[in-house]
C-alpha cells in the first residue's frame, strides 16, 4: 500500500501469495482476480480471460466445479471461492488427476508423496473432498 490508496492485485502478486500458502493452496475470491486482470466488473465474458490469464500465470483453480465456466457459472459474484494452486506443484498434479484424470500421465506419482501409508482409495478420496467441495 503507498499512502491513501490501495494497490490492484496482479497476478505475479497473486502467485506469489500461493507460493508462500501453507501447502501451496491459497483461498480467494474472483474479486482480486478479477481487478487483477483490469476488469471494473465481473463478467461470464470476464471468467474465461480470468480462467486463461491463470493458465498463463502457471495457476490452477481448485474448488467449486466449473466456476470459471461462463455457460454454467452464469451469474458470476466477485464473493465466490476459489483455491489457486501452482500447476506444476504435487498438489496442482494432484488436482489434475482428480480432476482431469487424462491430462495427468502419472498418476501414481501424483500421489506419491501424500500420507504414503494410506491406501490409493482413502487418499483420493480426501482430495476429491477438497478439490470438489472446496
Do not use: C, Y
Amino acid at each position: 500500500m503507498t499512502g491513501n490508496t490501495i494497490e490492484t492485485p496482479t497476478l505475479a502478486h497473486i502467485a506469489a501469495q500461493v507460493d508462500a500458502a501453507p501447502n501451496g493452496l491459497l483461498r480467494t475470491t474472483l474479486e482480486p482476480l478479477r481487478d487483477a486482470i483490469g476488469w471494473e466488473k465481473l463478467s461470464k465474458r470476464a471468467l474465461g480471460i480470468i480462467e486463461d490469464a491463470l493458465e498463463e500465470a502457471g495457476l490452477t483453480p481448485l474448488g467449486a466445479r466449473d466456476l470459471l465456466d461462463p455457460t454454467v457459472n452464469v451469474e458470476p459474484r466477485h464473493w465466490h471461492e476459489v483455491w489457486l494452486v501452482r500447476s506444476n506443484s504435487n498438489a496442482g498434479r494432484i488436482a489434475r488427476a482428480v480432476l482431469h484424470p487424462d491430462d495427468e500421465p502419472d498418476v501414481a506419482a501424483a500421489f506419491a508423496g501424500i500420507a504414503p501409508t494410506s491406501p490409493a482409495e482413502a487418499k483420493l478420496e480426501a482430495i476429491r473432498k477438497i478439490v470438489l467441495e472446496g
